[in-house]
């Protein structure tokens, strides 16, 4: 800081030795360089107030230039944990989507085998149940043939016995008769 004062005022009163005496005559060199110190004096506070105003500003900046950095750092860390965290959330979800599809792909081929035994199994019952139908048609037929078979075997039968018994009433009768005569015939001989 001190330097730089320096500096300007060793400028100054360099510019000072090479100034040319003025050309008037009221003004002698004495004045000249009280005028001049002056003016140096003048700008030598200038400056000082300047650089004290620099130097202020140079603090102020610096400190907030460490509370800068300070809450940079701090967002750093923020923005770094935030980013391991939406890593681990990933790797989470993406750990549940795949456990998931896992899972969906694992019950959906439980399901497709149920599926397909269910099938198997509806494809034998509905063989077994044609098989049944048919087996039950046939007996039906059988049961028919066997009843009509017996209808007619048992008509023929009844008209055989009907023949039978008119046949065995008529000779029945016949013999009442023959027995009725024969018995007329022994009471007219015994009377």
Known sequence: M???LASCVTVVMFMASLAVEPSCPVCSTYEYEVRLLERVLSNE???TNTLNKITKTHA???DSLKAIQAENVKLNTAMYSLEVKKQDI????????????RNLTETHAKVDDSLKAMQAENLKLNNTIHN???KKQDLNNK???FIDVGIRNLTGNVKQMSTMVLSFVAQTSKELD???VTQFC?????S
Do not use: C, P, Q
Request: hydrophobic share 50%.
């Open 2 to 4: 001190w330097s730089v």
């Open 45 to 47: 506070m200038a400056l």
């Open 60 to 62: 102020k900046v610096e």
């Open 90 to 101: 990933n790797n989470k979800v993406d750990g549940f989507i795949d456990a998931g599809i």
């Open 132 to 134: 049944l139908e048919v």
């Open 143 to 145: 049961v028919d043939g």
């Open 178 to 180: 023959t027995m009725k």
């Open 186 to 190: 022994f009471k007219s001989v015994l």
